[in-house]
């Protein structure tokens, strides 16, 4: 799978696990979660040019898809990351709440993202 197809997979998940939980589908979710969390992994083991495909959802339609994909990218490059999830974080629900928590625990120093 080239690394514009893994971007995409990883956009689909996000999009589904909100979509799920948005119905009350705890356990769809969950599934989603795992399968977007396994195309970061695949993205990331490609270095450089893995994170330069995710970057690219950083313009994606939805803001969950762009918040995820800032979340996942802030380590590495907080100065693509951090301007999306500061905009997001402008809104109300659950995406904007959770651009907010990643920002609070990056100002604070405490960032951490355990996907391994």
């Known amino acids: ?6 971007a995409e997979e990883f956009a689909r998940n996000v999009a589904a696990q909100t979509d799920a939980i948005m119905r009350g589908d705890r356990r769809g979710g969950n599934k989603e ?10 993205l990331r083991d490609h ?20 918040v995820y994909a800032a ?3 802030l380590s590495d490059r907080p100065e693509q990351a951090l301007p ?3 905009e997001a974080a402008k ?12 920002l609070k625990y990056w100002d604070e120093g405490t960032w951490s993202l355990e996907v391994d």
């Open 33 to 42: 979660a795992k399968r977007y969390v396994a195309a970061y992994k695949k």
């Open 71 to 73: 979340t996942f990218l």
């Open 84 to 86: 999306v999830l500061r």
């Open 47 to 66: 270095g450089e040019a893995g994170r330069d495909a995710l970057s690219r959802l950083l313009t994606h339609s939805r803001m969950d898809v762009r």
């Open 1 to 6: 799978m080239n690394l514009e197809n893994l």
């Open 91 to 102: 809104s109300e629900g659950l995406i904007p709440f959770e651009a907010s928590q990643a």
